[in-house]
């Protein structure tokens, strides 16, 4: 009986919504309490059914971090480019996630574009019917492609690579609108 309302909820249209309570939990480090003690535990119910689980792709999608930290990248010059290029190399091939929380901090309105770009992959993942087989876990770009069935691996990319271009087409629209704090100032105790 909970097998089935597990799998109702997977493949209902109400499952890219999670993505509103996903990224702002993410921002305030809660991501290992989502990964391990929600998702997890749901996706290995799952995959006595299916062999796989889309569960383990909510929390633990990488786009919308990238398409995020791609925008700074894009926006920013100096030290603080330099800074958002080492982070996105960390958060992407690395699969720290907590690494890109302080830029989302520094701007909040910045979780809008993650929440979006969430919800897009979400929706790509469930339309092509991905899941991977097991907690990608850090949830770096190899280990999730790893970890995808040899069937999936194209949709679970692209459903990240949707979410990423998302994420930074409105990461691009948020950063350009909020005002710049200069370089010095943002290296400055007091201010």
């Known amino acids: 009986q909970?097998?089935?309302?597990?799998?109702?909820?997977?493949?209902?249209?109400w499952l890219p919504i999670s993505a509103a309570i996903i990224e702002p939990a993410k921002v305030l480090f809660l991501n290992n309490v989502m990964s391990y003690g929600i998702f997890g535990p749901l996706g290995i119910s799952q995959i006595k059914d299916l062999?796989?689980?889309?569960?383990?792709?909510?929390?633990?999608?990488?786009?919308?971090?990238?398409?995020?930290?791609?925008?700074y990248i894009i926006r920013l010059r100096g030290k603080r480019r330099?800074?958002?290029?080492?982070?996105?190399?960390?958060?992407?091939?690395?699969?720290?996630?907590?690494?890109?929380?302080?830029?989302?901090?520094?701007?909040?309105?910045l979780l809008i574009p993650l929440i979006a770009g969430n919800m897009a992959g979400i929706g790509v993942f469930q339309f092509f019917n991905a899941g991977l087989v097991s907690i990608p876990s850090p949830a770096s770009l190899f280990l999730i492609v790893g970890l995808a069935p040899p069937g999936d691996?194209?949709?679970?990319?692209?459903?990240?690579?949707?979410?990423?271009?998302?994420?930074?087409?409105?990461?691009?629209?948020?950063?350009k609108a909020s005002p710049e704090i200069p370089e010095k100032a943002v290296e400055n105790r007091e201010h």
């Open 2 to 13: 909970w097998n089935e309302y597990i799998l109702q909820i997977a493949y209902s249209g």
């Open 51 to 71: 062999s796989k689980s889309v569960y383990f792709l909510l929390e633990s999608n990488p786009g919308p971090g990238m398409g995020m930290l791609l925008a």
């Open 82 to 109: 330099r800074n958002a290029t080492s982070t996105l190399a960390i958060h992407s091939l690395g699969g720290i996630q907590e690494v890109y929380f302080p830029f989302v901090l520094m701007r909040p309105q």
């Open 153 to 175: 691996t194209l949709y679970v990319l692209l459903g990240i690579a949707v979410s990423a271009a998302l994420s930074l087409a409105l990461s691009l629209l948020v950063i």
